[in-house]
């Protein structure tokens, strides 16, 4: 369960990103970046998020099988298409849905396998 709140705090931390770059500038340096991960409470608050993210995952890989939560983690590419449509409007179409499905089903083959 620990994995899977992991995947929702890591989407929320690309969001975060996605949406802090905005304020950065059409062509900022590597330093201008690097001072914007501190100033663009945005940035900051996404890079807060993937450490607490990193947190979560240690603590579900204390217990859990990495061959199992590994796949479980890219759930996190199924909450970020989901958040981009929603919040930034990007498009879908068949490739996308196809690979979410891919991930969502392979996602279930593997937890299935797990509880045998």
């Given at each position: 369960?620990?994995?899977?709140?992991?995947?929702?705090?890591?989407?929320?931390?690309?969001?975060?990103?996605?949406?802090?770059?905005?304020?950065?500038?059409?062509?900022?340096?590597?330093?201008?970046?690097?001072?914007?991960?501190?100033?663009?409470?945005?940035?900051?608050?996404?890079?807060?998020?993937?450490?607490?993210?990193?947190?979560?995952?240690?603590?579900?890989?204390?217990?859990?099988?990495?061959?199992?939560?590994?796949?479980?983690?890219?759930?996190?590419?199924?909450?970020?298409?989901?958040?981009?449509?929603?919040?930034?409007?990007?498009?879908?179409n068949?490739?996308?849905?196809?690979?979410?499905?891919?991930?969502?089903?392979?996602?279930?083959?593997?937890?299935?396998?797990?509880r045998?």
């Amino acid at each position: 369960m620990t994995v899977v709140f992991c995947t929702f705090v890591n989407a929320a931390a690309q969001v975060l990103l996605k949406k802090g770059t905005a304020l950065l500038g059409d062509h900022p340096s590597m330093v201008e970046t690097a001072i914007g991960m501190v100033t663009i409470p945005l940035l900051f608050e996404g890079y807060c998020l993937y450490a607490l993210s990193a947190v979560l995952l240690v603590m579900a890989l204390r217990k859990g099988e990495l061959s199992l939560l590994n796949p479980v983690f890219t759930l996190s590419y199924v909450w970020v298409t989901i958040l981009s449509v929603m919040i930034f409007h990007d498009s879908m179409n068949a490739f996308k849905i196809a690979g979410v499905a891919t991930i969502i089903g392979g996602v279930a083959v593997l937890g299935r396998a797990s509880r045998r």
